[in-house]
């Protein structure tokens, strides 16, 4: 399995809280929806569409897979079923078995050599949405093997970022590029391999 990020960042690289006011606080967050503005870019539905039926499940950190789960359970939509029927593996300390959302899997203990391990495994793609925290433990480790951003035309200037201050410097490859009618740019990354 090849794990991929998609996620929605700002130009400065912000991504708490794009779906709603309330989706993210921490810190003081003011700025929640930041997204919601384009939220019908039919390029953005369609490549998340694309990709999101394409693959074999979810990879979470325990924030995002209780957001996700506390948000769309409530809500009528076809990604209710679809969310409901994926394999999801979530990474936490905190959690215990049994989770609430069915085809969960808890990932405990050693997250990177639990990840190393599912990506070993033959099937399609994992993708990992939200979970920050998860993305910054795994990147630098060679774990994650491609990023799709929604880049939004905006900056908030405060927010959580998708790579903090600190992150260890890391080379990414251009991979495929797409301006949307909104503005938003669906750009595609490949970590760079040191040997590379």
């Given at each position: 399995m090849r794990i991929?990020?998609?996620?929605?960042?700002?130009?400065d690289?912000?991504?708490?809280?794009?779906?709603?006011?309330?989706?993210?606080?921490?810190d003081?967050?003011a700025?929640g929806?930041?997204?919601?503005?384009?939220?019908g870019d039919?390029?953005v539905?369609r490549?998340?569409g694309r990709r999101?039926?394409?693959g074999?499940?979810?990879?979470?950190?325990?924030?995002?897979y209780?957001?996700?789960?506390?948000?769309?359970?409530?809500?009528?939509?076809?990604f209710?079923?679809?969310?409901?029927?994926?394999?999801?593996?979530?990474?936490?300390?905190?959690?215990t078995?049994?989770l609430p959302?069915p085809?969960s899997t808890l990932?405990?203990?050693?997250v990177p050599?639990?990840?190393?391990?599912l990506?070993n495994?033959?099937?399609?793609?994992?993708?990992?949405?939200g979970s920050?925290?998860l993305?910054?433990?795994?990147?630098?480790?060679?774990?994650?093997d491609?990023f799709?951003?929604?880049?939004?035309?905006?900056?908030l200037?405060?927010?959580r970022r998708?790579?903090?201050e600190?992150?260890?410097?890391?080379?990414?490859h251009?991979?495929?590029a797409?301006p949307?009618?909104t503005g938003?740019v669906?750009?595609?990354?490949?970590?760079?391999?040191?040997h590379?």
């Open positions: 991929v990020v998609i996620n929605h960042v700002t130009l690289g912000v991504m708490q809280g794009p779906g709603r006011s309330d989706e993210d606080t921490r003081g967050f700025h929806g930041w997204a919601a503005e384009r939220a039919e390029a539905t490549e998340w999101l039926s394409a074999s499940g979810y990879l979470l950190g325990r924030r995002t209780q957001d996700v789960l506390a948000y769309w359970n409530t809500q009528d939509s076809p209710r079923d679809a969310l409901d029927n994926a394999p999801k593996y979530v990474a936490s300390s905190t959690l078995e049994p959302w085809h990932l405990g203990g050693d050599s639990a990840v190393a391990e990506r495994t033959p099937g399609g793609d994992l993708h990992i949405m920050g925290a993305i910054r433990s795994l990147t630098p480790l060679g774990l994650i491609e799709v951003l929604c880049v939004h035309p905006v900056v200037g405060t927010g998708l790579f903090a600190g992150f260890a410097s890391t080379a990414f251009l991979t495929d797409t949307t009618a938003i669906i750009a595609g990354y490949r970590p760079r391999l040191p590379a």
